[in-house]
């Protein structure tokens, strides 16, 4: 079928790769929260909104289904749409994450990708370096006597690979191109800095944290300082080719398992916070490394979980500077609330001195970020004022723009309106002065139901026909030596008996999955799953078939009549010619129906009208 993608990758690598790639864990992964239900799973649907799950996924056919927008396919189809992704990317993806070297890989890798590759490898290099040096070094003594006092344990030492550059300016450089990696690479991941005095290593006397993009690999360093004079306090890597600050989450590779198992995501501040909080055993924690939350962000953090609770010390100022950076986590449809510490402590001293118990205590009962907001600037100014009032007004008017949820956004009028002591008008009219729209009536896409098409009585059997082949592929290639995948007349199955009569090889039995594979169709991929994830296929499923064919059969016939007909009138042809035709075909017609008598099926009418 597609050889162009066949040719890529070998059928036996896809098959490999599919078969260790399980689609509940994928699916779950991608950040769609599955329940258990009977023999498969439901959750609610990441491609349309929905209140109720009708996202079924099901391990045993390893396909996926939407019962409301229809939407289905196996792993990679789901890969594909959700990560809009190619195919070809997908395979890579899935193959990255079973560790399977896809064999044409080099051959295609384009010169970028390797170069991206070699500067992945240099990091972890370097990560193994400065870590072996924080553990073995004299030099090192003070920074471990620094995370000793500042209460890390070894094992969190190791698992975070936390490492130290001593005082040295040309330490790195030397071993690295020892080990065969270049100045300009060097550069490249931002390691060293190559000026008129020539290469140096960016970071001296600093503890390193390395900091992992989501999948674990190394993309760059967060930098300490030992020394108070030693500025800056924190320096981090510079933006590279691996490293964008605005999409990687400190943490996010050793959090994601314990994200699906939350539900939502702790925000704090630092490194330092991340591995204090993990360390004590709340693991659903990342950190910004230093900057506000972007766009990226947010999305990353939406493939995940479906709410954010930011961990703040006491110091409101640090929050109303991150509020941009909130707004857009409203934006992309995530809960925020606020968790506020008491003044002067960060999650590390908190934690230190009431436990992990009191820390989760305090982030369950983070209030909504709109709340916070609001109660935030009433504490803070004399909100009897009419000015300040407005003002607020205006703040808090933004807040609610960004709001997805049109229930929680009527809500929070109304709790708006309470404390500002405004009329719920005032609110709506700023909305509507800022650019927003009411629509109303629920979304129309929300509830989306395709209405079932009334076909006719002949589409009603080339379905059933298909269904059946889904249902047993085994017997595709009789079918297929019975009947011409031209003489389907409804174009949806048309479509779908075409692929599925191409799929059948000689000698091979069609396989679903490869079927969905080749033919990347969504038409496809969505009849094909729903078929096996709603229907149980009916006992005598070959003797459907039979009446199927025979039916079908029928209905050719009489179109070949109606054409000999037709066109004996429209060109005045030779009649006896014409005769004999009609009079073959109606034979072969009540040759079928003969056959036909002990059929179980009556939706053909047209035969009896005829
Ligand atoms: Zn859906």
Request: net charge neutral; charged share 30%.
């Amino acid at each position: 079928m597609n050889n162009t993608r066949k040719g890529l990758v070998p059928r036996e690598t896809i098959d490999e790769i599919q078969s260790r790639s399980d689609i509940v864990d994928i699916i779950s992964e991608c950040g769609v929260v599955l329940r258990p239900a009977g023999q498969s799973y439901k959750g609610l649907c990441p491609f349309h909104d929905e209140k109720t799950p009708s996202f079924t996924v099901s391990p045993q056919r390893q396909m996926f289904y939407c019962f409301g927008c229809q939407t289905g396919g196996n792993v990679i189809s789901f890969v594909q749409k959700h990560e809009g992704k190619s195919f070809i990317e997908t395979i890579e993806w899935l193959a990255e994450r079973q560790n399977i070297m896809l064999p044409t890989q080099d051959a295609r890798e384009s010169a970028n990708q390797k170069r991206l590759r070699t500067l992945e490898d240099l990091n972890r290099f370097a990560v193994e370096y400065y870590h072996r040096q924080l553990l073995t070094e004299r030099a090192s003594e003070s920074a471990r006597q620094y995370l000793k006092h500042r209460g890390v344990q070894p094992k969190t030492l190791r698992s975070f690979q936390l490492g130290y550059a001593t005082s040295g300016r040309r330490e790195l450089v030397k071993v690295a191109m020892d080990k065969g990696f270049t100045i300009q690479q060097l550069v490249d991941v931002g390691l060293i800095k190559d000026e008129d005095k020539g290469p140096q290593d960016r970071f001296w006397n600093r503890i390193l944290f390395p900091i992992q993009n989501e999948r674990g690999v190394p993309v760059g360093f967060g930098g300490r300082a030992l020394s108070e004079e030693h500025q800056p306090k924190y320096l981090n890597s510079p933006a590279t080719s691996l490293y964008d600050k605005s999409n990687i989450l400190y943490n996010l590779d050793k959090a994601r398992q314990s994200l699906y198992k939350q539900q939502r995501v702790l925000l704090v501040e630092g490194y330092m916070d991340v591995l204090m909080l993990y360390q004590a055993g709340v693991e659903h924690v990342v950190a910004s490394s230093g900057t506000s939350l972007s766009e990226n962000h947010a999305r990353l953090l939406k493939r995940f979980v479906p709410e954010v609770v930011i961990v703040y010390d006491g110091d409101t100022s640090g929050f109303q500077a991150a509020q941009r950076g909130l707004l857009r986590l409203l934006a992309e449809d995530l809960r925020v609330r606020v968790a506020l510490l008491p003044a002067g402590e960060d999650p590390d001293s908190f934690t230190r001195q009431h436990g992990a118990d009191a820390f989760t205590q305090l982030t369950d009962k983070a209030i909504n970020l709109i709340e916070f907001q609001i109660q935030a600037v009433i504490q803070n100014r004399d909100i009897h004022r009419v000015d300040v009032k407005m003002q607020v007004v205006k703040e808090v008017t933004e807040t609610l723009l960004n709001l997805k949820n049109r229930v929680e956004r009527s809500e929070y009028i109304k709790y708006a309106a309470r404390e500002l002591r405004v009329d719920e008008r005032v609110l709506w009219d700023e909305l509507k002065d800022a650019g927003f729209k009411e629509t109303s009536g629920p979304r129309q896409t929300n509830r989306r139901k395709v209405a079932p098409q009334k076909l006719s009585a002949r589409a009603q059997i080339e379905h059933q026909l298909i269904e059946a082949l889904i249902q047993n592929p085994a017997l595709l290639s009789y079918v297929k030596s019975q009947f011409d995948c031209q003489h389907f007349t409804e174009p949806r199955f048309a479509k779908i008996a075409q692929l599925l009569w191409e799929a059948d090889t000689d000698g091979e039995q069609m396989d679903i999955q490869t079927l969905i594979n080749d033919a990347s169709d969504e038409a496809l991929n969505a009849f094909v799953s729903s078929v096996l994830l709603r229907k149980t296929p009916p006992p005598n499923l070959q003797a459907r078939v039979e009446g199927c064919l025979k039916k079908l059969r029928n209905f050719h016939l009489q179109d070949l009549e109606q054409r000999v007909r037709s066109h004996a009138l429209a060109e005045g042809a030779d009649e006896m010619e014409t005769l004999e035709q009609l009079v073959r075909l109606s034979n072969e017609r009540r040759a079928l129906r003969g056959h036909n008598a002990e059929g179980t099926h009556d939706e053909d009418s047209n035969e009896r009208r005829s």
